[in-house]
């Protein structure tokens, strides 16, 4: 197997198993060491996504445990059942508008943004058109030509999604622009800013395509130039 393909399956998922992708790894000790590599990284960023369980969430599932032991036996008054139900309301509203909220693509993207400055290529080469295409194969996806500068490839997470974000030199500064699988528990906004950053993003055929730049950078450009270049396999 050649350097291009080991790179582009284990790009697509560092904890393949695939035979052939294996033997690769033990014949070649740069391969190894590549894959562990990645697999460290991903890991890592698992690691940094990962929210931590309320503290008050025991409390919670014993109250909800209580609730339903209450309303099976109904030993009770009806105004105490109505009164279980109006509160178990109250609290699924405010849980399933906290989560969405948690789960905007365009508030992760702007929390990323303020790491983005100390991103650099993992791969410790010039960013060319075979490496990013390597990557976006992962997603069903290529580019037909290259995004003007891309200084940076590397995967990353959005809303616990396994994501690429690329970053773009411009004659506006640097740019970044994340392609994002499609999931139906996450809201993508059209667009999105914060004091620093603005954002925009597009839904396409397999992905949500995000481009974010400084406060006052014209995203329009870049977002046009991606959904011109940018191809999914049927």
Same mark, same amino acid.
């Given at each position: 197997?050649?350097?291009?393909?080991?790179?582009?399956? @284990?790009?697509?998922?560092?904890?393949?198993?695939?035979?052939?992708?294996?033997?690769? $790894?033990?014949?070649?000790?740069?391969?190894?060491?590549?894959?562990?590599?990645?697999?460290?990284?991903?890991?890592?960023?698992?690691?940094?996504?990962?929210?931590?369980?309320?503290?008050?969430?025991?409390?919670?599932?014993?109250?909800?445990?209580? $609730?339903?032991?209450? @309303?099976?036996?109904?030993?009770?008054?009806?105004?105490?059942?109505?009164?279980?139900?109006?509160?178990?309301?109250?609290?699924?509203?405010?849980?399933?508008?906290?989560?969405?909220?948690?789960?905007?693509?365009?508030?992760? $993207?702007?929390?990323?943004?303020?790491?983005?400055?100390?991103?650099?290529?993992?791969?410790?080469?010039?960013?060319?058109? *075979?490496? @990013?295409?390597?990557?976006?194969?992962?997603?069903?996806?290529?580019?037909?030509?290259?995004?003007?500068?891309? #200084?940076?490839?590397?995967?990353?997470?959005?809303?616990?999604?396994?994501?690429?974000?690329?970053?773009?030199?411009?004659?506006?500064?640097?740019?970044? /622009?994340?392609? /994002?699988?499609?999931?139906?528990? /996450?809201?993508?906004?059209?667009?999105?800013?914060?004091? *620093?950053?603005?954002?925009? $993003?597009?839904?396409?055929?397999?992905?949500?395509?995000?481009? @974010?730049?400084? #406060?006052?950078?014209?995203?329009?450009?870049?977002?046009?130039?991606?959904?011109?270049?940018?191809?999914?396999?049927?």
């Amino acid at each position: 197997m050649d350097e291009l393909e080991f790179r582009r399956r @284990v790009y697509a998922n560092p904890d393949t198993t695939d035979r052939d992708v294996v033997e690769a $790894a033990k014949s070649d000790p740069a391969k190894q060491a590549f894959w562990q590599e990645l697999k460290a990284q991903d890991s890592a960023l698992l690691d940094v996504m990962r929210v931590p369980v309320p503290e008050d969430m025991a409390h919670k599932l014993i109250w909800q445990q209580s $609730a339903n032991e209450f @309303v099976r036996h109904r030993k009770r008054s009806r105004w105490y059942i109505a009164m279980a139900a109006s509160v178990a309301f109250a609290v699924g509203i405010s849980f399933t508008l906290f989560n969405r909220a948690e789960v905007s693509l365009g508030n992760e $993207a702007l929390v990323h943004m303020q790491y983005a400055s100390a991103e650099q290529s993992h791969s410790g080469l010039p960013v060319d058109l *075979t490496q @990013v295409n390597a990557k976006l194969a992962g997603f069903g996806a290529s580019l037909t030509d290259m995004l003007g500068n891309v #200084k940076v490839a590397n995967y990353c997470h959005l809303s616990n999604v396994r994501s690429l974000h690329l970053i773009i030199e411009t004659d506006q500064g640097l740019m970044s /622009v994340f392609v /994002v699988p499609q999931r139906d528990d /996450v809201l993508l906004p059209e667009a999105f800013s914060n004091d *620093t950053y603005h954002g925009e $993003a597009v839904k396409m055929q397999r992905a949500n395509i995000l481009v @974010v730049g400084d #406060k006052d950078a014209d995203l329009h450009p870049v977002m046009q130039e991606v959904k011109r270049k940018i191809q999914f396999s049927a």
